[in-house]
């Protein structure tokens, strides 16, 4: 099964920081797809012989993606998040499964036991806040 990461950070001067979000698809074949969108814009693709090639593209770069994993970038990012709330179907705290995403600050999701009340997990948004 292909396996997504995804990274949050910040590029640029220091005075004036852009956040990016660098996201790594592995295909079930070890091919890399990596597509970095931020203060610029670019998709790799490695492959397992050790082949590479990369657009800096700002279009092309989440085309490349599309083309290489069948998803958007922001379709990877949702997949991801939804792969690590599966993983979370049990409530630390009391072991129960009724776990429900409620919207917590701005841009915030939080993954709450219905049973006690435990936050399970959270998401955040950036992009809903700026
Ligand atoms: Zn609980």
């Given at each position: 099964?292909?396996?997504?990461?995804?990274?949050?950070?910040?590029?640029g001067?220091?005075?004036?920081?852009?956040?990016?979000?660098?996201?790594?698809?592995?295909?079930?074949?070890?091919?890399?797809?990596?597509?970095h969108?931020?203060?610029?814009?670019?998709?790799?693709?490695?492959?397992k012989?050790?082949?590479?090639?990369?657009?800096?593209?700002?279009?092309?770069?989440?085309?490349?993606?599309?083309?290489?994993?069948?998803?958007?970038?922001?379709?990877?990012?949702?997949?991801?998040?939804?792969?690590?709330?599966?993983?979370?179907?049990?409530?630390?705290?009391?072991?129960?499964?009724?776990?429900e995403?409620?919207?917590?600050?701005?841009g915030?999701?939080?993954?709450?036991?219905?049973?006690?009340?435990?936050?399970?997990n959270?998401?955040?948004d950036?992009?809903?806040?700026?």
């Open positions: 099964m292909a396996n997504i990461k995804i990274k949050h950070g910040s590029e001067p220091k005075w004036d920081p852009y956040g990016f979000t660098e996201i790594e698809f592995t295909k079930t074949d070890g091919t890399v797809v990596t597509y969108g931020g203060l610029a814009e670019w998709c790799k693709v490695e492959y012989d050790g082949k590479k090639y990369l657009i800096d593209n700002l279009e092309e770069s989440s085309i490349l993606f599309k083309l290489e994993t069948g998803l958007t970038p922001d379709e990877a990012e949702e997949w991801y998040y939804k792969m690590e709330a599966s993983k979370e179907k049990q409530c630390q705290e009391c072991g129960s499964r009724k776990l995403w409620k919207s917590g600050y701005p915030e999701e939080l993954l709450i036991c219905s049973k006690c009340g435990e936050v399970a959270c998401h955040f950036e992009s809903a806040v700026i």
